[in-house]
């Protein structure tokens, strides 16, 4: 049995979680997710038997990705969106993926005290972005914390990104469906657009189309051909040319009116639909379950590698002999590779002599 499945699960919070109410069950979320954010290894042994707990419990919510530069508008829109669902009846989530917040120390995304309506409602739980590490960190930890979320009941959990960088890439890894915000001059710039979105965007969103409509309907159009182009090559779970698929939708909206936010709900609810019925929503899961596997193999091996006290040994010298250009850079990798395999405990292999010596 592995630790995860030995440790005992932080019963207090699990029980919180799952069957607390109002204030208490937010405490339990917000104790459990600061427990899986810590780095202590001791931490970390209680956070995965947690979340394994947990795990039969969740997986039942729609997770909503939504990104956008700063400015756009997103804090407004997520705060219009989560009063409206929660006049559905739904309860809301709201994460952040904000890589900046451990570079820089200060988070583009900011603290979220903006949505002020939304957090202090008693249906909705909003956690800002986890700082420290690199964005594989942060995502991860983002990824479990919306496990946590779902096992308390919440229904919709929204992950919130900057349009920068990679952040993208990795909330619509983990999200059923990715929302891009964009200003009503988005058009102006397709290039822009092209290499932000059109790969990942389920639903492009023209807000403050109040501000100016004549640019709002201009972006719609502009961004729709732009998308049909894009469909014709087919990405794997979209096309054009067949109904039972969904076709990425441009619409425009005001956040701060609340216009459009009934209808924005409306698609989603169709995509939500159509991806069920045409199986696509399973193995979008699946690749996103599997994908998240991978990578956390590879980061714990890349950390285990660098940890490594023969390849801490041996790293600085080969780095030299590369830089000189007397090793390749492929054997030296090699070299290292072999050392950190066989030299692990239970190895039956033993490393090859040094290219070097
Ligand atoms: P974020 O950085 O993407 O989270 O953007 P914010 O939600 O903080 O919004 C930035 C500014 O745009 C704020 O002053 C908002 O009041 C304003 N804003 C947001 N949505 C709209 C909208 O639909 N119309 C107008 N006119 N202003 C908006």
Redesign the pocket.
Known sequence: MNDAACAKPAQGWLHGILHGDGATQRRAVAKAITLLESTRPDHRREADALLNALLPHAGRAFRLGIS????????????ALGLHLIGLGHRVAVLAVDPSSSVSGGS???DKT?MERLSTHERAYIRPSPSGGNLGGVAAKTREAMLVCEAAGYDVVIV?T?GVGQSETAVAGMTDMFCV?QLPNAGDDLQAIKKGIMELADLVVI?????DADAATRAQAQITSALRLLGLHGRPDTAHHDEALWHPRVIQ?????G?GVAEFWRLVSEFRHLQQANGRWQVRRQQQAKAWMWERIDSGLREAFAQHPAVQDRLPALTAEVLAERVVASVAARELLEMFACTRPGSACRPSPSVFS
């Not at 909206?253 to 009116?257: D, T, V």
């Open positions: 956008g530069v700063p400015g756009v508008g997103k804090s407004t829109f997520i705060e583009i995304l900011g903006r919130e900057v915000l807000n403050k189309a109040d501000l909206l005001s956040a701060l009116s216009q």
